[in-house]
């Protein structure tokens, strides 16, 4: 019988505490030296973009443009009609979307049972998240704009949810799968039906990781204007009513920043700043729930 010697332990050791060779040495800081690099180029866009709207709309936002109505040019007006429709435009597509959107992740992750629905399932809510912004205004527009023959809110919420739909089902199911199935069988094990493991002990676990799904999907959705432009249009005067047209940060960009006067466009530069932030810091919310999770 032959047998093989092996090194021993201490040797193993003084093996590795040898410094690498000059090519491994030169490749391992070359490849590290690139890479900060091309991040450093990666994040000059972002940073250039942050830069620049703050120069140009922080001298424009004040009290006075956050909390008046549009006026004529030459007067002294704002936009916080705007704020107000999209915070209520955005609300009203959160309601519609997140109980579709987790309801649909729960069923992908804890019944699903890779079938053919299943897979047209997951197929779809992937063709869906790939979808044109501006194709789902039109659809919106054609589903509810026409039929009842005026730009609303609950047009404009309409589009905004089918956008924050895919990324709600997908991060749900993807934060049910990150729960180990030893707490799946442990509740079974203690009496629990399947429902009753669902929802008092696997979608708590989730809850951040869902959370998250739901701030990345209203982040989405707050900066969009194609389908805005279709569904809830604008308005001059505050919210009242849902079926009436509504106006929005995103729609005002739209329109003041092609504007022939001034006064506009730095009203403009002021609303691309104040959303700038707001996506901003629902990103940021997002990692940090994210991260206090998992």
């Known amino acids: 019988m032959i047998s093989t010697s092996s090194p021993n332990k201490p040797d193993l050791i ?83 979307s997140v109980p579709f959107g987790v309801l649909t992740g729960i069923y992908l992750s804890e019944y699903g049972r890779d079938n053919v629905v299943d897979d047209f399932i997951r197929f779809g809510v992937n063709v869906l998240s790939g979808v044109p912004s501006i194709i789902v205004g039109v659809f919106a527009y054609g589903v509810l704009v026409i039929p009842l023959k005026t730009p609303s809110a609950w047009a404009g919420a309409f589009a905004l949810a089918i956008l924050m739909l895919p990324i709600i089902v997908r991060t749900t199911e993807e934060a049910l799968k990150l729960i180990p199935w030893e707490l799946r069988l442990a509740s079974l094990g203690l009496g629990a039906n399947r429902f009753q493991t669902i929802a008092k002990v696997i979608v708590p676990a989730a809850f951040p990781g869902i959370i998250t799904g739901i701030l990345l999907g209203i982040s989405r959705a707050a900066g969009e204007t194609a389908p805005l432009i279709f569904t809830a249009a604008s308005s001059t005067y505050w919210f009242t009513r849902p079926n009436l047209p509504t106006a929005s940060l995103a729609t005002l960009i739209f329109s003041y920043a092609t504007s022939a006067y001034n006064d506009l466009k730095s009203q403009a530069w002021a609303a691309s700043l104040l959303l700038l932030m707001l996506v901003l810091t629902i990103n940021i919310l997002a990692r940090f729930v994210f991260r206090r999770r998992f």
């Not at 040898?18 to 040495?25: G, K, M, S, T, Y």
């Not at 991040?39 to 973009?49: D, G, K, M, Q, R």
């Not at 443009?65 to 705007?82: C, D, E």
């Open 14 to 96: 003084e093996e590795l505490d040898q410094p690498l060779n000059f090519e491994r040495a030169f490749f391992d800081k070359g490849m590290t030296i690139l890479s900060i690099i091309f991040t450093l180029i990666a994040l000059v866009p972002l940073f250039s973009v942050l830069y620049y709207v703050l120069v140009n709309g922080f001298s424009s936002l004040n009290w006075t443009v956050l909390t008046s109505l549009p006026a004529p040019t030459g007067s002294i007006g704002g936009f916080g009609n705007a704020i107000q429709g999209s915070f209520i435009i955005v609300a009203l597509a959160t309601a519609l």
